[in-house]
């Protein structure tokens, strides 16, 4: 069954500090992974996307990694900022159909 | 500029009702979709139409019934409104079928009470 699995549910961390979440997915065939970023009350916006061949990449302070064998892929925020706070939502692209599969997202808190 | 655009935003109606909830996007993709958006914030697709024909059907209520009379719109009717379903509902859009970034509107949050 294609599923993508987010933790941690929920992050509270200071300004300034780093911080990791992480996407495990089970969708085969893989065709890309992306990271949305949703803010309270508005739809997800794409931050990122990761194709089979690519292991990192980076937009501004969002830094997405991808481990196609292990089937894992982590989004690093460095230097975090209040603006930062929203949810993160792994989504993963099935190959056949292209269906999306989304993940419940990660709450990230940013606190002054 | 909106790209992707919803209304109403906020819908609160009675048990057993009638609604719709319209979208529009310009962008000139071809795809959009129905999502909707529980209180635990998981995303889960409803429909998918792509250049006016429906190509994905989850498995929905048939009291929720998708209408696209040309590429830019999809509108969504709902029958006999129930109790659960109340939820965030997000229309989006993409380039085309298969293609992965989804473009979304800014939600519709229903309450039936």
């Known amino acids: 069954k294609n599923q993508v699995e987010q933790s941690p549910q929920s992050l509270i961390i200071l300004e300034g500090k780093n911080c990791t979440l992480q996407?495990?997915?089970?969708?085969?065939?893989?065709?890309?992974l992306r990271w949305y970023k949703q803010d309270t009350g508005r739809g997800p916006v794409s931050l990122t996307i990761?194709?089979?061949?690519?292991n990192t990449k980076s937009n501004g302070r969002y830094t997405a990694t991808l481990d196609a064998d292990t089937k894992q892929s982590s989004l690093h925020i460095t230097a975090s900022q209040l603006s930062d706070s929203a949810s993160y939502i792994c989504?993963?692209?099935?190959?056949?159909?292209?269906?999306?599969?989304f993940g419940k997202g990660t709450k990230l808190s940013v606190k002054p | 500029d909106t790209a992707v655009s919803q209304t109403p935003k906020y819908l609160v109606t009675q048990m057993g009702n009638d609604k719709s909830i319209k979208c529009e996007q310009n962008?000139?993709?071809?795809?959009m979709y129905w999502y909707k958006q529980d209180s635990k914030k998981f995303l889960k697709i409803m429909f998918s139409?792509?250049?006016?024909?429906?190509?994905i059907n989850e498995t929905v209520p048939n009291r929720f019934s998708p209408k696209s009379p040309d590429k830019a719109h999809l509108n969504l009717h709902i029958n006999s409104l129930e109790l659960g379903d109340s939820a965030v509902y997000f229309c989006?859009?993409?380039?085309?079928?298969?293609?992965?970034?989804?473009?979304f509107g800014q939600g519709t949050r229903l309450t039936v009470v």
């Open positions: 989504v993963v692209s099935e190959g056949s159909q292209g269906n999306l599969i």
């Open positions: 962008l000139g993709h071809d795809t």
């Open positions: 996407c495990n997915y089970t969708v085969s065939p893989f065709s890309n």
């Open positions: 989006a859009s993409s380039v085309k079928r298969g293609s992965t970034e989804a473009f």
């Open positions: 139409y792509n250049n006016k024909e429906l190509i």
């Open positions: 990761m194709t089979f061949s690519e």
